[in-house]
């Protein structure tokens, strides 16, 4: 029989970073942990959004730092991660969230959104990670999840480089754990379907209704691999669809 640490979400009183929290999945995850008692930080590019996500966390008696930023720049992430110290203290958790997915064919992507949908989705993770992993190190351990999708190992025409970059978000995942390990860092990636937010309706209007996923049943996911139950299954990328 389990006793209560083991099934308590063990977040209370920790800091974390949530990074693409204006809107979507990042905002329903950042509601969650707060929820659960961790101090939020809370960014992306788009200030009146964050300002609603800060709104919703605080009235539900949580606490959230709104800090406007663009991850895929490197002087932003320290930033973030100095107004997170200043505000909260060090940082336990990250969920490296913030991604991009235009809709493009092989011969219709442009070098330009190339280059965006790898900054996007790949270097923010490289920049928020690295900067906070003096910090996890320093305290003896905390978490990352990395937000996939399942395009990395189910092509869709048209998201060949979207799938590509996540599939480099499902190995740094695998690397980041086994490096983690002796610092007792876990990482996690978690790979929805589809689910129901900006990203999805524009690229997919028509995209049936029953089969998307609520923003806070990926939320969920995450609450749950941040448990201490979670510990032993770092590394792994866990799928969540619907359909
Ligand atoms: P949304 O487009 O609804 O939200 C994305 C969030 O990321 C916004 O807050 C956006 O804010 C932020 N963001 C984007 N670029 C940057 C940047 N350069 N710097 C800081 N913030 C940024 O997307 P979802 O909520 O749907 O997606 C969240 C994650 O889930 C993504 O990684 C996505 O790939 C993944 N995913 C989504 C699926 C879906 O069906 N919706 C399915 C599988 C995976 P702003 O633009 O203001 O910066």
Redesign the pocket.
């Known amino acids: 029989m389990s006793n209560q640490a083991e099934t308590s979400s063990g977040l209370r009183g920790r800091t974390a970073i949530v990074?693409?929290?204006?809107?979507?999945?990042?905002?329903a995850i950042a509601r969650r942990l707060a929820a659960a008692g961790a101090q939020v930080a809370i960014?992306?590019?788009?200030a009146e959004?964050?300002e609603q996500t800060q709104r919703w966390i605080e009235r539900d008696h949580g606490r959230a730092l709104s800090v406007v930023?663009?991850?895929?720049?490197e002087n932003?992430v320290e930033r973030l991660v100095d107004e997170t110290h200043a505000a909260f203290g060090p940082v336990d958790l990250l969920v490296?969230?913030?991604?991009?997915?235009p809709l493009a064919k092989i011969e219709q992507l442009e070098p330009g959104i190339f280059d965006t949908i790898i900054?996007?989705?790949i270097r923010?993770v490289y920049l928020c990670t690295r900067a906070v992993w003096g910090d996890l190190c320093a305290r003896g351990g905390g978490a990352i999840v990395n937000?996939?999708?399942?395009?990395a190992e189910d092509p869709f025409p048209g998201f060949a480089a979207?799938g590509a970059a996540?599939a480099f978000v499902n190995a740094y995942t695998k690397a980041m754990a086994v490096e983690g390990q002796p610092h007792g860092i876990r990482v996690y990636g978690i790979?929805?379907?589809?689910?129901?937010?900006?990203?999805?309706r524009?690229v997919f209007p028509d995209f049936p209704a029953s089969e998307?996923?609520e923003?806070d049943q990926?939320a969920g996911l995450v609450e749950l691999v941040l448990s201490p139950a979670c510990r032993y299954i770092s590394g792994q990328t866990i799928v969540i669809r619907k359909s």
């Not at 960014?43 to 788009?46: A, I, L, N």
């Not at 930023?69 to 720049?73: E, K, L, R, S």
């Not at 490296?96 to 997915?101: E, F, L, M, T």
């Open positions: 990074t693409g929290a204006g809107r979507g999945i990042g905002s960014t992306s590019r788009t959004q964050l930023a663009d991850v895929t720049d932003a490296n969230n913030a991604g991009i997915a900054r996007t989705n923010s937000i996939s999708s399942v395009a979207y996540k790979a929805p379907g589809a689910v129901d937010t900006d990203m999805l524009s998307r996923l923003p990926v």
